[in-house]
């Protein structure tokens, strides 16, 4: 079946740690994204990618860092230089074009011991 | 500023209840989407919309262009409703902003 596949489902983290998070996709789509979900708020952009070798900042880039070498994957970093990491993250995909929806993986949960 | 608001945040039903859920938003967009979000946290897509109606079983989305607003309809609600239900705009640079989410609960 296809998919998008985030990886672990739980992740915790000690101060000064970086951590990496990992989306995989199978579903052949050009554009993937990273969002955070935090307690009453909406989905906020960290990256996103809309093709191989190239991605952009989204609203709250600063202390995370991205690489998109392959079309399936999409792994998001989280640096030390994230002062408040603890959060639910979500990786989606979708097919460029207007109308085309998002895909989104189960999320990862992160916090730090 | 690209403002989604939803209401209401958090709505309690009986079962069979008809359920309404809105979504207002500021600025002009290529289209309005509506999204489940489960206990576990995965998301799913339910509607797409860039104008009027849409119908899939019991839930119905619709869209007034002219007055930024969204609707989402369950008819017959029931327990296995419970979710968390997302309005999420999209603009033509392939972004897209999310409102904060209405929690339903739907009591047997």
């Known amino acids: 079946d296809g998919g998008i596949t985030q990886s672990p489902k739980y992740l915790f983290r000690k101060e000064g740690q970086n951590v990496t998070l990992s989306c995989e996709q199978n579903l052949n789509h050009d554009a993937m994204y990273w969002y955070r979900q935090d307690p009453g708020q909406g989905l906020r952009l960290i990256y996103y990618s809309q093709i191989v070798n190239d991605f952009q900042k989204g609203d709250i880039a600063e202390g995370y860092s991205v690489s998109r070498e392959k079309k399936e994957s999409f792994p998001l970093t989280v640096t030390s230089a994230q002062k408040n990491p603890t959060a639910f993250y979500l990786c989606?995909?979708?097919?460029?074009?207007?109308?085309?929806?998002?895909?989104f993986g189960d999320g990862t949960r992160l916090s730090i011991l | 500023k690209n403002e989604v608001e939803q209401s209401p945040q958090n709505l309690t039903a009986q079962e069979g209840e008809f359920i309404t859920i809105n979504c207002s938003y500021s600025?002009?967009?290529?289209?309005l989407h509506w999204l489940q979000q489960h206990p576990g946290g995965g998301i799913v897509s339910l509607f797409m919309l860039s104008s009027g109606k849409k119908k899939h079983g019991r839930l119905i989305a619709t869209i007034n262009i002219q007055e930024k607003h969204s609707s989402l309809h369950i008819t017959a609600s029931h327990p296995r409703d419970s979710a968390v239900y997302i309005c999420a705009v999209q603009f033509p640079i392939d972004q897209f902003y999310f409102g904060t989410g209405t929690s339903l609960t739907v009591i047997p």
């Open positions: 989606a995909s979708r097919n460029r074009g207007l109308g085309q929806p998002q895909h």
């Open positions: 600025v002009g967009i290529s289209a």
